[in-house]
């Protein structure tokens, strides 16, 4: 079973147009991070979200942790091209023992962002 | 300055071969891992190592050995090479913050491993 369900798997857009991008759990997460990946690189951090609740900007992309810390969406404004690449969110579960330095990935999504 | 360095970026190699993967992070970090990405772009954990000691050590075949000589090196090692094998290999390293709090991995630009 898959800990982190993310939606929707591929999402191809215009140019200038809103998506949202959602991360979903059953378990609850100390913290949860939003990363991009573009092809040949790895994963580059966005963001981490630590509170319950807790909303966070940078610049066009805003990013939600749920009131339970179960689940995240990540929202982008007006995308643009250079948004296109794959997006993963990744959780640090809560009372994870020695383990508490471990992520756990969803499967992506694919942004396809078209001019 | 490239902060966590895999070689080499590719590999082919046949089926049967011993071939190793090396990283290194200069950003001070103490703890670091690996991770395979599968055709499905799926991150999975493989190992990773805190100040030189092996933390994490998920289901993996015992092909697969992870040394770390010192905290900024990670090597993986893989014997007997198979099929199944070929991915990209992710090595990654983290440390907490001032706060105590972990906050998510800095990457490197992946191994293609790819076994004929």
């Known amino acids: 079973t898959q800990l982190l369900e993310q939606s929707p798997q591929f999402l191809s857009i215009q140019e200038g147009e809103n998506l949202t991008v959602y991360c979903n759990s059953s378990?609850?997460?100390?913290?949860l991070q939003w990363y991009r990946q573009e092809p040949g690189e790895g994963p580059v951090l966005l963001v981490t979200v630590v509170t319950g609740g807790e909303v966070k900007k940078l610049k066009r992309l805003t990013f939600q942790f749920g009131d339970a810390r179960k689940d995240s969406s990540l929202h982008i404004t007006a995308a643009q091209p250079g948004d296109t690449g794959l997006y993963l969110c990744?959780?640090?579960?809560?009372?994870?023992?020695?383990?508490?330095?471990?992520?756990?990935f969803g499967k992506g999504t694919l942004l396809t962002v078209n001019p | 300055d490239t902060a966590v360095s895999q070689t080499p970026k590719y590999l082919v190699t046949q089926m049967g071969n011993d071939k190793s993967i090396k990283c290194e992070q200069n950003?001070?970090?103490?703890?670091m891992y690996w991770y395979k990405q599968d055709s499905k772009k799926f991150l999975k954990i493989m190992f990773s190592?805190?100040?030189?000691?092996?933390?994490i050590n998920e289901t993996v075949p015992n092909r697969f050995s992870p040394k770390s000589p010192d905290k900024a090196h990670l090597n993986l090692h893989i014997n007997s090479l198979e099929l199944g094998d070929s991915a990209v290999y992710f090595c990654?390293?983290?440390?907490?913050?001032?706060?105590?709090?972990?906050?998510?991995?800095?990457f490197g630009s992946g191994t293609r491993l790819t076994v004929v």
């Open positions: 190592y805190n100040n030189k000691e092996l933390i």
């Open positions: 378990s609850v997460f100390s913290s």
């Open positions: 990654a390293s983290s440390s907490l913050a001032g706060t105590g709090r972990f906050y998510g991995y800095t």
């Open positions: 950003l001070g970090h103490d703890t």
């Open positions: 990744a959780g640090n579960l809560k009372n994870s023992g020695g383990s508490n330095y471990k992520l756990t």
